[in-house]
């Protein structure tokens, strides 16, 4: 009897379960509904990967790599750079990389950079039935807003390990952060 009852309860507590209704444009999925800020959507480099099609033609703000050496192409990770992963890459304008905006914000170290961006997705390129070109990429920023250069994890470490009293740990265990012990001066 008490194992029909624990049964029932379970059944009616998922039954009172629903999940969110995704939030929709024209009928469209919006990823960014809950990642707004300014008017600008915040997304990660595998969400621009996986949905280009829903974040085409937005401003976006997503961190990415810069491999150096005058690339036109800022890929998803330092991983993807340095096998020149171009289906995990995302080409950077020419001559004119502010799209007519002004000057073009400065990639001129290798790194991540946060990167403001009006995004467009790559047009299909059809060579024949299961041929795939090497240089096919993810997507394309039309106009670069702004991009600044970040810190990254093996970065801040090496930093922290130059000073005498730094160590690292996670600030609310989600935060890399370095902390700099108090030494009395007797």
């Not at 209704?21 to 990823?31: A, F, M, Q």
């Not at 509904?33 to 621009?48: D, E, F, I, K």
């Not at 080409?91 to 004119?96: R, W």
Request: aromatic share 6%; charged share 20%; glycine share 10%.
């Amino acid at each position: 009897m008490i194992n029909i009852r624990a049964s029932a309860l379970i059944v009616l507590g998922l039954a009172g379960c629903q999940g969110a209704e995704p939030v929709t444009v024209s009928g469209v999925e919006d990823v960014c509904a809950y990642r707004m800020s300014g008017g600008v959507c915040h997304v990660s480099p595998t969400q621009l990967l996986t949905a280009p099609e829903k974040l085409a033609g937005r401003e976006v703000v997503v961190v990415l790599y810069y491999p150096g050496f005058g690339a036109r192409v800022l890929f998803a990770s330092r991983d993807a750079a340095q096998s020149n992963d171009l289906s995990s890459g995302f080409v950077v304008p020419g001559d004119d990389p502010a799209g007519g905006q002004g000057a073009q914000p400065t990639l001129d170290q290798p790194g991540y950079y946060r990167v403001l961006a009006h995004f467009e997705r790559s047009r299909p390129v059809i060579v024949g039935e299961g041929v795939t070109p090497l240089a096919v990429v993810a997507g394309r920023f039309d106009r670069i807003v702004q991009a600044q250069r970040m810190s990254s994890l093996d970065e801040v470490v090496e930093e922290c390990s130059a000073l005498e009293n730094c160590s690292m740990g996670y600030a609310h265990g989600l935060l890399p952060m370095p902390r700099l012990e108090v030494t009395d001066k007797k």
